[in-house]
């Protein structure tokens, strides 16, 4: 019975050992394949709960393959040539403490092929191969793809045959982007084609990392004939190695809109990345989690392109100037290589709050609402000091959530700061002359004095805050909410009329006429046959809903700013001889109203009607032949077409428009011919009254057109030119100028035009 008891007493001691550790377990391919000619070659491996201090190992059971080492996740050895006449095979075991044993399959072809690709040097992100010809004389492809993507092709031949024809258009591409033929391509494309079954030894460095790839090849010819098997191998690349770095962050001179922040890493031989981010946008984007901010920057980083200009190494501080005032910063840190890969957790070094901005006037603000509308509000405001500049912003409450009245004012302040620089309310406007900065009492309508726009029953943030001559908040912050009121249907009536005498091909005027000066209506011009067609309703009635539904698609959100109130005569920009109907309705966050419609035809151009004229003579150049004249003018146009166009008025002419866009057919939607002769009289991308002008970039062997007239002092144009054309640079179809300096003395009054090739 005591023994019993001393066993019961042990089993319920043992069930409260903490639980043991998850097992190791080893992670690698397989199977792996070599080459029959043999030499060195790598297996990636992880080890998923490793064990301190524990390593693993790796035997053969053959004697034609010697293991060379195993270290940084990546096993290397030795194969010798197979001369048989039959694959044969061989079986790695991979032994690690804790972890069951892991074997992988070693193939190794026979060497009857007629190429060998050898596979050496793999990294985390690639390899250098060998590509050698061992019977074969002439050009080969040679690719690297993902073996998960290769498999299924190689299940079958039918299946490898859809593979090579894949591979032929894409190699019918490139050559088509470049302007040449595939026997042109072959020896110009040294980083996809072997030339004359020489060996090409290529490094791949932009691979993902620990990913199974196939290197293959075959013979191609100059007609995109495949003539041999395809040969491949399998390789998987590495990880990236983790690094044991750790930060320090000094954090001074904090002010209301910056600090000084130092970080020092605990090693000065890797790189890193750190960041500030704000509370609001670390809770709101990254989810408070300091692993999604490493995550959402890496990616960022690694979509510019050029991961490696943003790293740092060693000691880095920077002084900030753009912060929010009186708001909480988090400052994250992490190990990032140069392809943007994290080397290390993500590390949250300290937080530091901003300080408020300082208030040097110690005026106060009365603010209320005097009158609500569904669309509107008046907002009064009464200052204690009469003297003092203030600012009075009505922001929609769902674009304040999460941040705080400084930081909403700083938001409002940064917007009219834009708006400044970009000529919103035109040249030199600034804060010391903005005619929305106002003193003393005032009593404000949102839209009309203001100039915001509202949603019915919906809330709004108004702010008032002193502001000086340079855009600084010079006193607190009064802030009071309002709702506006719901939507209702009114009586309210449009009368819509067109005035042809003040229109033309290129816009529409109409005169619009409310039966109430206060209540606001939203036109929109439409096509004809759409209304007919979607939201005309079998009883010949308007299915205001449909409109209203493609409205606020069409305004993306932005239906408030499109609303007129009393009358108004308004311009819509139309195409030539294309039917319209005129729609319109009362307006209040929706339709109040049905809408009242007007059918019209747009006049066509006046094309014809006058003896204005202008020729035009147009050369094409290969850009590869005008680089050798001037190698700085043209470099990065060498596979493109140039433009070269004279034009040459009559006496008539006051004034002509030409350029070279795409074929017209492409702006049917737009208005077709209209569109074009748009594009021709925006003289930033056209020829406007020039003697000459050019365009660079286009593309060989895509359809172009070319396009010219002239306009009348009268304002009517003489016949309308169009042809279309496709540049050719090769073989019997060559259509180019033999090239000349034709841009170093151009005519006085002549523009050099060079649109960019992307």
Avoid at 1 to 23: R, Y
Avoid at 576 to 590: D, K, P, Q, R
Wanted: glycine share 8%; proline share 3%.
């Amino acid at each position: 019975m005591i023994f019993g008891l001393l066993l019961s007493m042990f089993a319920c001691k043992k069930d409260e050992v903490d639980p043991a550790p998850a097992a190791s377990q080893i992670e690698a391919q397989a199977e792996l394949s070599i080459l029959a000619n043999g030499g060195e070659a790598a297996l990636g491996y992880t080890i998923k709960n490793p064990v301190e201090g524990a390593e693993l190992s790796a035997t053969v059971d053959v004697d034609w393959i010697t293991v060379l080492s195993v270290d940084n996740n990546i096993i290397r050895f030795s194969a010798v040539k197979n001369d048989q006449r039959q694959a044969r095979t061989a079986n790695m075991t991979l032994k690690y403490q804790g972890a069951a044993d892991f074997t992988v399959v070693i193939s190794q072809a026979q060497i009857n092929a007629d190429f060998v690709i050898n596979v050496n040097e793999v990294s985390a992100y690639g390899a250098k191969i060998t590509y050698s010809p061992v019977k074969y004389s002439g050009h080969y492809l040679f690719l690297v793809v993902e073996k998960d993507v290769l498999d299924p092709y190689l299940a079958n031949e039918e299946n490898l045959e859809s593979w090579y024809a894949g591979d032929l258009a894409y190699v019918k591409q490139i050559a088509e982007n470049n302007g040449c033929t595939i026997a042109e391509l072959i020896p110009r494309a040294p980083q996809i084609f072997g030339l004359n079954g020489d060996p090409v030894e290529i490094t791949y460095s932009t691979l993902s990392i620990n990913t199974e790839y196939y290197a293959y090849c075959y013979g191609m010819d100059g007609e995109g004939n495949r003539l041999t098997n395809m040969e491949y191998v399998s390789f998987k690349t590495g990880v990236v190695d983790p690094v044991d770095m750790t930060f320090e962050v000094a954090v001074d001179g904090i002010t209301s809109n910056g600090a000084h922040i130092s970080v020092t890493p605990s090693v000065n031989n890797e790189t890193y990345y750190w960041v500030y981010v704000s509370d609001f946008d670390f809770i709101n984007t990254a989810g408070g989690d300091v692993n999604s901010v490493m995550t959402l920057v890496s990616n960022s980083l690694k979509q510019s392109g050029s991961v490696a200009q943003y790293l740092h190494r060693g000691f880095s501080e920077q002084h900030i100037t753009d912060m929010w005032d009186n708001t909480l910063y988090h400052i994250i840190a992490w190990g990032l290589d140069a392809m943007g890969t994290p080397t290390t957790e993500a590390q949250e070094l300290t937080t530091f709050t901003t300080l408020a901005k300082d208030v040097v006037d110690d005026c106060t603000f009365e603010v209320s609402v005097t009158e609500v509308k569904d669309m509107d509000m008046r907002v009064k405001v009464i200052p204690s000091n009469p003297q003092t500049r203030y600012y009075v912003g009505l922001i929609d409450e769902e674009k304040c959530v999460n941040y705080n009245d400084e930081q909403m004012v700083q938001r409002i302040i940064d917007m009219e700061n834009d708006r400044f620089e970009w000529g919103f309310y035109g040249t030199g406007v600034n804060w010391s002359n903005f005619e929305d900065i106002y003193t003393g009492e005032q009593e404000l309508w949102g839209r009309a004095d203001l100039k915001y726009t509202f949603v019915p029953k919906h809330t709004y943030r108004i702010f008032v805050f002193g502001v000086d001559t340079e855009g600084n908040r010079t006193t607190g912050i009064a802030r009071i909410d309002q709702t506006t009121l719901p939507t209702e249907q009114t009586d309210l009536t449009i009368k819509i009329e067109y005035i042809p005498e003040e229109s033309d091909w290129k816009k529409g005027t109409f005169q619009f006429t409310p039966s109430n000066e206060e209540e606001y209506y939203l036109p929109y011009l439409a096509y004809k046959e759409d209304v007919e067609e979607y939201y005309r309703k079998s009883d010949g009635s308007l299915d205001s809903d449909a409109i209203m539904d493609e409205i606020e698609h069409i305004y993306d959100g932005e239906t408030n700013y499109y609303t007129r109130k009393g009358a108004r005569k308004l311009e819509f920009q139309w195409a030539a001889g294309m039917e319209y109907t005129m729609l319109v309705c009362g307006y209040a966050g929706s339709n109040t109203t049905e809408f009242f419609e007007l059918s019209v035809t747009a006049p066509e151009i006046p094309f014809g009607k006058s003896d204005a004229d202008v020729s035009v003579i147009y050369e094409l150049f290969d850009g590869s032949e005008l680089a050798k004249l001037s190698p700085g003018r043209w470099a990065g146009y060498e596979d493109n077409c140039i433009v070269y166009i004279r034009y040459t008025p009559n006496q008539h002419a006051v004034h002509w428009y030409g350029g070279v866009w795409m074929p017209v057919e492409v702006y049917a939607h737009d208005g077709g011919i209209s569109y074009l002769l748009t594009l021709l009289q925006n003289e930033w991308v056209s020829h406007v009254d020039k003697a000459s002008g050019q365009y660079a970039g286009l593309v060989f062997r895509d359809t172009y057109s070319i396009s010219y007239v002239a306009e009348g002092a009268d304002g009517n144009y003489g016949e309308w030119h169009y042809e279309e054309f496709t540049p050719y640079r090769d073989g019997v179809l060559c259509n180019t100028t033999p090239a000349y300096d034709f841009w170093s003395k151009p005519a006085a009054n002549s523009q050099i035009l060079t649109v960019r090739k992307h």
